[in-house]
């Protein structure tokens, strides 16, 4: 049972350059979430899904897309990378029901340079 | 604004006991999360907290007050395999995680 899959685990990016990382879920949850994670702060909510073909803007939206292509994938694009993007991303998918759990996926370390 | 605070870092020694504590105010509650992340790893799920008191779930408990805004993880026994970080994130009115920056807690023999 896979879980949460992401790619890619690590990339350097050069400031201006786009990229699009990947997130898929075989769990058949309807919730799917895009986060960073930065030094000394907690997560932070790019963009969200609560179902295929949906999408919401989080707390950080700025300078990055989403789309959500079936139930299982939900990318996100980086369309000119910032130096100010260089963190941990994390896609996540929620649980039904009240407690909700959230399940990660291992991360995808950038850089822009 | 929304604010959830918790220590940065926190020291105690293998086979003792040690808590977290985490303190939030935010756009209403529908529940308090504990996630831990070991370095360079995801978070994953601890526990959950709705109604007030204590939640116990082997050698960790977590506990509940919505009147002080106030929550804490307990953990017992304390393994090497214990050092990680610990997250607090509190689910608002509109059921959207907020998150505490985490409390990096370093277990030593």
């Known amino acids: 049972n896979a879980g949460v899959t992401q790619t890619p685990k690590f990339r350097v990016l050069k400031t201006g350059q786009s990229m699009t990382l990947l997130c898929a879920q075989d769990?058949?949850?309807?919730?799917m979430y895009w986060y960073r994670q930065d030094p000394g702060m907690g997560l932070r909510l790019i963009h969200y899904?609560?179902?295929?073909?949906?999408?919401a803007k989080g707390e950080v939206p700025d300078g990055y897309n989403v789309s959500r292509l079936n139930k299982r994938e939900f990318s996100l694009r980086l369309e000119s990378a910032a130096p100010s993007q260089t963190s941990v991303y994390f896609c996540?998918?929620?649980?039904?029901?009240?407690?909700?759990?959230?399940?990660f996926g291992e991360g995808s370390r950038l850089t822009v340079l | 604004g929304q604010n959830i605070d918790q220590p940065t870092e926190m020291t105690a020694t293998e086979g003792a006991i040690v808590q977290i504590n985490c303190t939030y105010q935010?756009?209403?509650?529908?529940?308090l999360f504990w996630y831990q992340q070991h370095a360079g790893e995801a978070p994953t799920f601890l526990s959950y907290?709705?109604l007030d008191g204590l939640e116990e779930k082997g050698r960790f408990s977590s506990f509940l007050s919505r009147s002080k805004g106030y929550s804490y993880l307990l953990l017992k026994e304390l393994q090497m395999k214990d050092s990680a970080s610990y997250l607090c994130?509190?689910?608002?009115?509109?059921?959207?995680?907020?998150w505490g920056a985490g409390t990096k807690l370093i277990i030593k023999p």
């Open positions: 769990m058949n949850h309807e919730y």
């Open positions: 994130a509190v689910m608002d009115s509109n059921y959207q995680l907020i």
């Open positions: 899904s609560v179902g295929e073909g949906t999408t």
């Open positions: 935010t756009s209403g509650f529908n529940g």
């Open positions: 996540a998918s929620r649980s039904p029901g009240e407690v909700g759990e959230l399940f």
């Open positions: 907290n709705v």
